[in-house]
């Protein structure tokens, strides 16, 4: 018996070795592209002047489209900095999701918003519009605010799409604020292209928890007080700063975060939209725009841009971080499960090569594999056939070398945007990484894994995701309003 | 494999020890420089001021203070000076301007910008171009007119609107012989660039309507539409059909 027990305990090291180790020479991988993009990406910016499209008349129509559910609270704030995005050719589309609040009435009574007839061009299936409403104040022309029986994010969004005049269409989250030079970024990429039709561009999401807020606007960069937002920075810096600059070096990019990205709209409503189906609707519609190129044999891409374009209040508690990565996994499997095809598949490239298997195996089964892991460890070291030493060396590496590409990651923000200047904060920074590994990714792979179950039990909700919401805004008159 | 694995972590910790050491390192010397490049910018603004507000004749020279022209021996002094009279330089038009592009000439920056010019990594080469195009090195323009057709699209890019900025419309003569194509974001560059010189464009533009380069056609097309030139783009469409 206690032969097999230690056959097994070695096997299990053995397994867990082999797996950490495939897992750790990827992030290698990672790091070492992510310098290598970083690098070109800053040599081009040094020849990039951005004021060139902010008042072209040739600048390509942009539509924002900022689904909101019960965001009365901000939402007439909110609206007021989108409004003041540098980008000359914008429309606004505020798409009131069915709201329980007084959301639509606050919009109407600030922006002095009128019933219109406006054409609904798109052909995407939706829950049906109850009005569009156009501001009667020339000052508001940019503003356009669609409300419709409550259908979901997916919904709200498809609504957008088929409301939107502009050729490309900017999904947001309405409670995200956006730098003001965002657009002028983001319709960089779309200009640029001579070869590859661009169908969609990302922007990094940095975390707004801690920072100062005014009117709607980032005033200054702070870093989170509270150890769950700031080890969320940390994460952030991670997955923005080395993870999908590495993918977008290779051209491999499989998710662009549903609080910023831009989309070609016409290759969007060719593929149908975004998906009801899924909660991972952000990334499902990627993935399926990248799959409908590859299969059609359309020279194409998907760019990326490290600047920090737009910022999110982070969950700042275990409850509802817990909420938000248990809806990540299941929009995480949904989405590889409907594209599953994809999966090594030659006739996808480096898709199904490479960013297919890597998000299966390493952000998809991690934290099974780890979670499965303790628990075969605990059995193991029941049945008196742990082999302590080694489990402990193992465990060593694998935590060291997490602290490692951390650290890697802090290093990569500080030679590059540098958002946080003051030492203390860097300081503050390293001692997140080194505490992490115990006080926050342990509640991290949980949430996955109650994500896997809630899937299993067919649960299909986004669950509440409730906000502090940033400082409130001094109250201000308004200064357009016509006498 | 219980002694690999400890090797393993060691060298995880000594490349963690390693990498934070690096960090600090690269902290105190952004530090230093940060410090250096603020003195220099003091010497180098009071310098710079001089020129804008200098009154000389043709062939005097402008008046450079003995701390600046120390600091100058330093190749990052000089990356910066050059940096600071392009700053200036786009801000400043008429004998302001002018004067700064003097001072530029008359410290031998040329040199650097031409060292850049000759350099292997693109980037460099850009920013080469960049620099004598600003500060209007004439004498240049037959090696920088070489790189509009350059394979490296941000060399080809910032030559072309260096010529462009040289000559104005006479400086599109580059569209003739232009194999690669023209972003959408390069045209809007250009036109830019053309709205601010005096002209119209040139007999050519009938050429770069019927252009075996479509982005050119389309180019052509935009030029004619900015300078309503319509009438010119019907006659092209009705010669195509």
Not at chain 1, 2 to 31: E, F, H, P
Not at chain 1, 413 to 429: A, F, G, H, P, S
Not at chain 2, 139 to 164: C, D, G, K, M, S
């Amino acid at each position: 018996m206690r032969s097999v027990v230690s056959i097994l305990s070695d096997g299990l090291m053995t397994g867990l070795w082999a797996y950490s180790i495939t897992l750790l020479s990827s992030y290698l991988a990672i790091g070492i592209f992510a310098i290598l993009e970083m690098r070109r990406y800053w040599r081009l910016i040094s020849f990039t002047d951005y004021s060139l499209v902010a008042g072209s008349p040739q600048a390509p129509g942009m539509s924002i489209l900022a689904p909101a559910y019960n965001e009365g609270a901000t939402i007439v704030e909110n609206v007021r900095s989108l409004l003041s995005l540098h980008y000359r050719n914008l429309e606004l589309i505020v798409i009131n999701d069915g709201s329980k609040d007084n959301s639509l009435q606050q919009l109407i009574d600030h922006y002095q918003l009128e019933r219109t007839d406006w054409p609904v061009t798109g052909s995407l299936a939706t829950k049906p519009i109850r009005g569009i409403y156009k501001s009667a104040n020339p000052v508001f022309h940019r503003l356009l605010v669609v409300d419709k029986e409550n259908g979901g994010k997916a919904d709200a969004l498809n609504v957008g799409i088929n409301v939107a005049s502009q050729p490309y269409i900017v999904c947001i989250d309405v409670d995200c604020i956006i730098e003001q030079d965002a657009l002028l970024k983001m319709a960089k990429p779309f200009l640029d292209s001579t070869g590859k039709r661009v169908i969609a561009s990302g922007g990094v999401v940095r975390i707004a928890n801690g920072c100062e807020i005014r009117n709607g606007r980032l005033v200054k960069v702070k870093l989170p007080n509270d150890f769950l937002a700031r080890a969320q920075t940390l994460e952030y810096f991670r997955a923005f700063l080395l993870g999908r600059m590495a993918w977008s070096r290779l051209d491999a990019l499989l998710l662009i975060s549903g609080a910023f990205g831009a989309f070609d709209k016409e290759i969007v409503i060719a593929c149908g939209g975004y998906n009801h189906a899924t909660v991972g609707e952000d990334m499902e519609l990627v993935v399926r725009m990248r799959r409908y190129m590859e299969e059609r044999r359309l020279p194409y891409t998907v760019t990326y841009i490290p600047d920090p374009l737009c910022w999110t209040e982070a969950p700042s508690s275990y409850k509802i971080l817990g909420r938000q990565r248990n809806r990540w996994t299941r929009g995480t499997i949904e989405t590889l499960r409907m594209h599953r095809i994809m999966c090594f598949n030659p006739r996808y490239g480096r898709l199904g090569l490479l960013s297919f298997p890597y998000w299966l195996f390493f952000e998809l089964l991690a934290p099974l594999v780890e979670f499965t892991g303790v628990l075969a460890t605990l059995v193991v070291a029941a049945l008196g056939g742990l082999n302590v030493p080694m489990f402990l060396a193992l465990l060593g590496f694998i935590v060291s070398f997490g602290i490692l590409f951390s650290f890697f990651a802090i290093l990569m923000e500080v030679m590059t945007y540098n958002q946080y200047k003051n030492t203390k904060d860097i300081l503050r920074l390293a001692l997140t990484a080194i505490l992490e590994p115990v006080l926050f990714h342990p509640f991290v792979v949980w949430s996955a894994i109650r994500g896997n179950i809630d899937l299993l039990r067919k649960k299909k909700g986004w669950g509440e995701m409730t906000r502090k919401g940033f400082a409130a805004p001094e109250p201000k008159p308004n200064i357009y309003a016509n006498p | 494999m219980q002694a690999f694995l400890l090797r393993s972590m060691l060298v995880v910790l000594l490349l963690l020890v390693g990498l934070i050491a690096f960090m600090l390192l690269y902290l105190l010397r952004r530090a230093a420089l940060e410090r250096r490049n603020t003195r220099w910018r003091v010497h180098f603004s009071s310098l710079i001021q001089r020129a804008i507000d200098w009154e000389g004749a043709e062939g005097d020279r402008l008046p450079v203070t003995f701390r600046a022209s120390r600091s100058l021996k330093r190749p990052a002094a000089r990356q910066l000076l050059i940096a600071e009279l392009i700053t200036g330089k786009r801000a400043l038009s008429g004998s302001a301007g002018a004067n700064l592009v003097r001072l530029y000439s008359q410290l031998g920056l040329g040199a650097d910008s031409l060292r850049k010019l000759a350099s292997p990594a693109w980037h460099r080469q850009a920013q080469g171009v960049q620099e004598l195009a600003l500060m209007e090195q004439r004498n240049q323009v037959a090696r920088i007119y070489r790189l509009t057709n350059a394979p490296n699209e941000i060399i080809r890019t910032e030559a072309q609107a260096a010529i462009v900025q040289l000559y104005g419309f006479e400086g599109l003569r580059f569209l003739d012989v232009l194999v690669r194509p023209l972003s959408e974001w390069q045209q809007i560059h250009l036109l830019r660039l053309l709205s601010r010189t005096p002209g119209t464009p040139s007999g050519k533009l009938r050429e770069w309507l019927r252009s075996t380069n479509p982005t050119v056609r389309d180019f052509a097309r935009k030029l004619t539409a900015e300078h309503h030139l319509e009438d010119m783009l019907d006659e092209e469409i009705q010669q195509t059909e």
